[in-house]
């Protein structure tokens, strides 16, 4: 498909967004080679980084489409770009997890890999200022961030859909789905789709037999070869 990118809107830490003359309901997402971690502290770019997320969020955008999840992707049209649906972003990042590691580690005291008895879906407000803090229902009603306990609920629901068929995926791939952060947006019908990404950028990937990490934490953690383990995650992808 043929867009012509018109002004950039936004600019966030993972991509850039333009709208495209030819249809107002429409946006060019563009995934940029910039590593960013700790809300921004951290900072790097990696060339070819951008692509590579292209890439993988596309193939696992198309397996969720395949699987029942309504997505904002309309066409994924060179290296770096996609066509995508316009959607009011719900301030939240959605996260579901599997194994505990991160910050769930950290707030719990949860000891590092425990598997998980369920898959746990937390909610966090995304605000840069206050640091993305963690909301339970209550707090994420009071904030207007969804428009009812139904509304939130969907979005419960959704993750953890989105988690089952992600985590039987990958474990064909030889991969653990650790954890993963969603956005999901609403479209002008009221259509909730999920949007933004799904990558080594905000998932977390173990090699189900050594455990090596395959994602971000390579950079958070300084271990290095992080663009070599994103490449990984996409080959195992297309094997
Ligand atoms: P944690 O809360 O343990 O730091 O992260 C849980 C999961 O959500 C991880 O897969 C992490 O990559 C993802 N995640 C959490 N916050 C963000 C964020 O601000 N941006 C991105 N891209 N991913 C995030």
Redesign the pocket.
Known sequence: MKVTKKDMIYEG??KKMWSVAEDENLLVAEFKDDLTAF?GIKKSSEKGKGALNNKISTQLFHLLEKNGIKTDLVETINDTEQVVKKVKIFPL?V?A?NIA??????RLGIKDGTVLPFTLV?F?Y?DDDLG?PILNDDHALLLGAVKDKNELENLRQTAIKINKILKEFFATKNLKL????IELGKDKDGNILLAD?I?P????FWDAKTNEKL???RFRQSIGNVKVAYEEVLRRILS
């Open positions: 830490k993972g809300n990042e996260i997890r590691t991160g910050s769930l580690t950290k937390e966090c995304k993305d650790v954890d993963f952060k990404e990558s950028d905000s998932c977390r994602d971000k934490d």
